[in-house]
């Protein structure tokens, strides 16, 4: 698909270069990655598949795992830190630049096709869903990681949603993405396409020194929030009453200094 065709092109540039902020999250996602390959039943020697592999923490465990993987993320800066691990982990990841809406592999051409946290973001959900499924051969198993609208993550991005300026008239809205951490919403985009698609659950425990703290960092590190923060610096009262949701947000989640995430994993087998 051509930037002239896809009208989410203006969309997908400014996540390219908001995503970039993500090196620092990465270590507290490679515990979910190392769960998310378990929970997808990935073996030695599988053609697998990292869609929106952001740092590649999924595809390098895959490969640790012994499949032979190809990972691909919008942003350059994300897959050259995923090429840097791979070369310290000692593993092979053919790693690409490259939209999830328009993967550039063949069809049929993977046992396993996988995304933590990532495909999530595609604005077209459909889209995303079908390429994901064209590439996946038949038989071949489906899985990924997402964020539940009602726990915090997905309640927070449902926050920075509501600071955001609306978009202009006529303007393509992408689809929320918290709704792919609900269950009823990924059986429905998954549809007939796939069989014996299942759930399961987990916590993302990440260090922090308090809801500020916690506040700060992700100002700092999360595309979205980093955006929407950059754009309120001329508005000081809103910016506060931002922050001020934010950490309350924070507090229902900390305890100690562990800040506890809940997140959903997703699993399906293609039809034939």
């Known amino acids: 698909m051509t930037e002239a065709r896809d009208p989410f092109a203006q969309f997908k540039a400014g996540q390219k270069e908001a995503w970039n902020l993500f090196l620092p999250l990465e270590q507290f996602t490679m515990i979910p990655a190392g769960k998310l390959v378990t929970f997808a039943k990935v073996f030695p ?28 993320d ?31 592999y063949e069809d049929a051409s993977f046992d396993v096709v996988l995304s933590q946290f990532g495909h999530m973001f595609a604005p077209r959900p459909e889209v995303v869903v079908a390429e ?17 609208p009602d726990h915090f993550t997905g309640r927070m991005f449902a926050l920075v949603g509501a600071y955001m300026p609306p978009p202009p008239p006529g303007a393509p809205v992408p689809a929320p993405p918290p709704q792919w951490g609900d269950p009823n919403v990924v059986r429905e985009r998954l549809g007939s396409h796939v069989k014996d698609l299942v759930f399961e ?17 992700m100002e700092t590190t999360l595309g979205p929030l980093a955006k929407l923060v950059a754009a309120l610096q001329g508005d000081a009262a809103r910016l506060a009453q931002l922050r001020a949701e934010l950490e309350r947000l924070f507090v229902e989640i900390i305890h100690g200094n562990e800040q506890r995430q809940h997140f959903l994993m997703s699993r399906a087998t293609k039809g034939s």
């Open 45 to 72: 020697g599988q053609a697998v598949l990292d869609v929106a592999c952001g740092t590649g923490v999924v595809a390098v465990t895959a490969a640790r795992a012994g499949a032979k993987v190809r990972a691909l």
């Open 74 to 104: 919008l942003s350059p800066t994300l897959i050259e830190r995923g090429r840097e691990n791979a070369s310290v982990t000692g593993v092979e990841v053919d790693f690409v630049a490259g939209d999830a809406e328009a993967l550039p």
């Open 201 to 217: 659950r987990d916590t993302l425990v990440a260090p922090t020194l308090g809801p500020s703290y916690s506040r700060h960092f």
């Open 132 to 148: 994901m499924l064209r590439v996946l051969k038949p038989g071949g198993r489906i899985a990924f990681t997402t964020w539940p």
